[in-house]
């Protein structure tokens, strides 16, 4: 069992940044592939950034490459999402998930989500 819980969204200006915390809890973290995703108003959930747990592997959206860095420390059992230069474009709901098999194909968990708002 893990249970995630995302921090730092807040209302901010077109190119200023933010970074988000995802807190978890429980053992398989370290051996999870952690992830972001976002869902705006009115649209799907879309994937934003992941970070396997395995090699250090991290993969982006295209809508988020060079602006947006994945990070996580296993040993405080949490992942950041760094986002510079936002867009209003990036306004949405943004939730952290992990996949204990660590295949990053099946997410399993997930947080319960953090606002974040880029104002033009």
């Known amino acids: 069992q893990l249970q995630l819980v995302e921090s730092g969204g807040a209302l901010v200006q077109a190119g200023g940044s933010l970074r988000l915390s995802c807190a978890a809890s429980?053992?398989?973290?370290?051996?999870?592939?952690m992830a972001w995703f976002r869902q705006a108003v009115g649209k799907e959930r879309e994937f934003v950034a992941a970070f396997s747990w395995f090699g250090g592997i991290t993969v982006y959206a295209d809508s988020v490459k060079g602006r947006f860095t994945i990070s996580r420390d296993n040993n405080k059992s949490t992942v950041y999402l760094q986002m510079n230069t936002l867009k209003p474009e990036d306004t949405a709901v943004y939730y952290c998930?992990?996949?204990?098999?660590?295949?990053?194909?099946?997410?399993?968990?997930w947080g319960q989500g953090t606002q974040v708002t880029v104002s033009s």
């Open positions: 998930a992990a996949d204990p098999n660590g295949t990053g194909e099946e997410y399993s968990y």
């Open positions: 429980g053992r398989s973290f370290s051996m999870s592939t």
